[in-house]
Structure formats: C-alpha cells, structure tokens
C-alpha cells in the first residue's frame, strides 16, 4: 500500500502562483506514474497533469503553460507548480501515483486532497 498527503493549498488572487506538494510513504518502490487530479466545485474529479516513472510529462489542456508537474524520487514528492492562476482553477487538488503503467495514467492511490482557490 501507498499512502499520500499533499499540502501548499490555499486563497491566491488571480493571477498568482501556489506549489502544490504530495509526501508518498508506505510500498514506494512500487510507485511507477503519479499525478495530480482536480474537483471543481459541482464537477467530478479529472486528472490535470501526470509524470512517468520515466520523466515524461503529460498535462490538460486547460493548464498547459501555467503549470508544471515535477517529483524528486529520494524524497517520494511530487509536486504541482502553479503559475498564472485563474478562478477557474479553483477546486480539491488530489495526488495520485500507480503501480502499474496505464496508458490512460489511471491511478490506483489517491491523497485526502487540499484545496485551491483563486478569486478574481
């Protein structure tokens, strides 16, 4: 099993910058692609931005440019930088991470979340 808790949420005004933050601990070695997820208020949850194992990197549409995803695998983070923030941006942010490649980066591990939101 792998446990995950993010932090670094917050009330930021549009146009600002938050660093999301994702602690794995327990079964890491088996950790192959982890990610970050969103819930808009009202909506269901969809994966924003997801990394490899290998280091690759894949973001939606709606944040491509503005954020980036990243993870240091000696210390088991992964991390979500923020940047040009919009009220749209506003929701839960939940960390993911597998441990067996999907190619639709289906995740098996979910953190309790922290929560962004960005006023205008």
């Known amino acids: 099993q792998v446990q995950l808790v993010e932090s670094g949420g917050g009330s930021v005004r549009a146009g600002g910058s938050l660093r999301l933050s994702c602690v794995a601990s327990g079964n890491v070695a088996s950790i192959h692609d982890m990610g970050w997820s969103r819930q808009a208020p009202g909506k269901g949850r969809s994966l924003i931005a997801a990394i490899l194992d290998s280091g690759t990197t894949w973001y939606a549409d709606s944040i491509q440019g503005r954020f980036t995803i990243s993870r240091d695998n000696v210390k088991n983070t992964l991390y979500l930088q923020m940047d040009n923030l919009e009220p749209e941006d506003t929701g839960m942010y939940y960390c993911?991470?597998?441990?067996?490649?999907?190619?639709?980066?289906?995740?098996?591990?979910w953190g309790k979340g922290t929560q962004v939101t960005v006023s205008s």
């Open positions: 993911a991470a597998n441990s067996v490649h999907r190619v639709d980066y289906g995740m098996d591990y």
